[in-house]
């Protein structure tokens, strides 16, 4: 699976293990930065994980912020884009299996290093079932349309 990474100062402290643990799982991963603990802001790192994810260069994504709460609120601004701050493994595989979800959200002040890993895994081993939710996933389609989101 190819995952794009990316986060902002408050997340460059857990997000270097998270790129080498899904590294170290077999994936292909684009580290979209930050590359420094130098504040950055969040709405922009969320848009090039998502372009990443838009533009098929991205199977999904993993954001990760303070909490996980802004960039989950970015991402879910770009259409196309899923996006849920997970903070349990429940959430995180039921995120992907009923929802779609294509962008996980991690808070680094919420999580620690083992919990993310076990989320960021989690996630990653997911599928979306594609029974009853491709209803759910055309009905948030339509709210898109209609409120002119998108």
């Known amino acids: 699976m190819r995952v794009a990474v990316g986060g902002d100062h408050a997340g460059f402290s ?3 293990a998270l790129v080498a643990a899904i590294r170290s799982w077999g994936h292909d991963v684009a580290d979209i930065g930050s590359c420094d603990p130098a504040p950055v802001d969040f709405p922009d790192i969320a848009r090039q994980v998502a372009a990443a994810i838009r533009e098929r260069r991205a199977d999904r994504g993993i954001l ?3 909490t996980g709460v802004g960039a989950c609120i970015a991402a879910n601004k770009i259409s196309g884009i899923r996006a ?11 995120a992907v299996e009923h929802d779609d979800v294509n962008l996980l ?3 680094a002040q919420i999580v620690g290093p083992w919990l993310a890993l076990d989320l960021v895994r989690t996630y990653l081993l997911a599928t979306f079932e594609d029974a009853e939710p491709y ?3 055309a009905k948030l389609a ?3 349309r209609e409120m ?3």
């Open 142 to 144: 339509d709210l898109e």
């Open 105 to 107: 959200c991690l808070g």
């Open 135 to 137: 209803r759910r996933l």
């Open 14 to 16: 857990l997000k270097p």
């Open 84 to 94: 849920a701050v997970c903070h349990d493994a429940y959430s995180a595989h039921q």
């Open 64 to 66: 990760v912020c303070g």
């Open 148 to 150: 002119g989101i998108y």
